[in-house]
């Protein structure tokens, strides 16, 4: 069974820095067919919405809210991606999720979540 595991999530204070990770089985993904990793988030009484995906050519995508402060990764994207944080807000404060999938339009796994809390 595939399974996606998130950590490095935690509190911080406004306009510090946060490094998430999201790691899974290279081996396992190769077989599915994983060519895409994402980081979502979900706030309190929210909907969940999109933070930024990464594909296996090295496309990049990020919501607006992040554009510019958070930057995706990955140097094996079937094994890790990773969600650097800067210049964090409170409104950045949610429960954050790493997907995968075929494509970034078909998401089939998803981690378990991680809390960031970002304090005034």
């Known amino acids: 069974q595939v399974q996606l595991v998130e950590s490095g999530g935690g509190l911080v204070q406004a306009g510090g820095s946060l490094g998430l990770s999201c790691t899974a089985s290279?081996?396992?993904?190769?077989?599915?067919?994983?060519?895409?990793m994402g980081w979502y988030r979900q706030a309190p009484g929210k909907q969940r919405e999109l933070v930024a995906t990464?594909?296996?050519?090295?496309?990049?995508d990020y919501a607006d809210s992040v554009k510019g402060r958070f930057i995706i990764s990955s140097h094996n994207i079937r094994t890790t991606v990773n969600l650097q944080m800067n210049s964090l807000k409170p409104e950045d404060t949610a429960i954050y999720y790493c997907a995968a999938g075929a494509t970034t339009f078909r998401w089939e796994y998803w981690g378990q979540g991680t809390q960031v809390t970002v304090s005034s």
């Open positions: 290279g081996t396992i993904f190769k077989r599915l067919g994983i060519n895409a």
């Open positions: 990464i594909t296996n050519t090295g496309s990049t």
